[in-house]
């Protein structure tokens, strides 16, 4: 391919996405400059809406509108009693795809790690005080079932325990090392249905 500085930063930048590189990169960018007018303007177009109009609530981390505001934690159509707390927006895209859950999400942003996210990184306390404030009756732990995961959904579980609310876990269907994303609907669905109770200060 011609040396383009345009093109070599476009690939480049492309190549950065999930399961692609330097070679899927290309086709994209030679399918793009094929369709300039079909795809090319109309991306451009809607990248730049998505970046000035588009971004992370920083209550629920979930994603919100600047004109419409956070339709995930500041719904006022239907008021729920349930959170489901999750790593990132794709578990939350997953999980809503299926049609398992009916309630509020929360993103945490990412786990706990030794060489990652900080506790002080993640959304736990806008976890429990949205907990507080919209009266939650559960709390349902949907974190990966990783080491990082796991450690992420204990932390929690001890943040929450001065509260009256239950606490859960997805349970069967779920492998050792799984992530959210990867599983498929039934799979959920069986997590979901045997969710097993951590505390429940509620009594």
């Known amino acids: 391919m011609q040396n383009i500085n345009e093109i070599d930063d476009l690939i480049r930048l492309i190549s950065k996405l999930p399961g692609l590189g330097p070679k899927s990169a290309k086709r994209i960018v030679l399918k793009l400059i094929n369709n300039r007018d079909e795809l090319v ?10 970046y000035k109009n588009v971004g992370r609530c920083k209550s629920c981390g979930s994603l919100k509108s600047i004109v419409d505001g956070c339709t995930n934690c500041e719904n006022i159509k239907e008021k729920f009693n349930k959170i489901c707390v999750v790593e990132d927006l794709a578990d939350q895209w997953s999980i809503e795809s299926s049609n398992i859950f009916r309630g509020y999400f929360h993103i945490l942003g990412g786990t706990i790690s030794s060489v990652g996210q900080r ?5 736990i306390n806008s976890l429990v005080e949205r907990v507080n404030k919209d009266k939650i009756d559960e709390v349902i732990l949907a974190t990966s079932a990783t080491v990082e995961g796991q450690t992420t959904a204990y932390y929690i579980q001890d943040s929450l325990k001065n509260l009256k ?6 349970a069967q269907g779920l492998p050792v090392g799984g992530e959210i994303e990867s599983l498929d ?4 669905f069986s997590a979901f249905k045997n969710r ?3 505390i429940s200060n509620s009594d």
Do not use: F, S, Y
Request: hydrophobic share 45%; charged share 30%; glycine share 4%.
């Open 41 to 50: 303007k109309p991306i451009a177009t809607t990248l730049a809406q998505v």
């Open 196 to 198: 097993t109770k951590l």
């Open 165 to 170: 609310v239950k606490v859960t876990k997805l």
């Open 119 to 123: 506790k002080e990184d993640l959304l």
């Open 185 to 188: 609907d039934g799979t959920l």
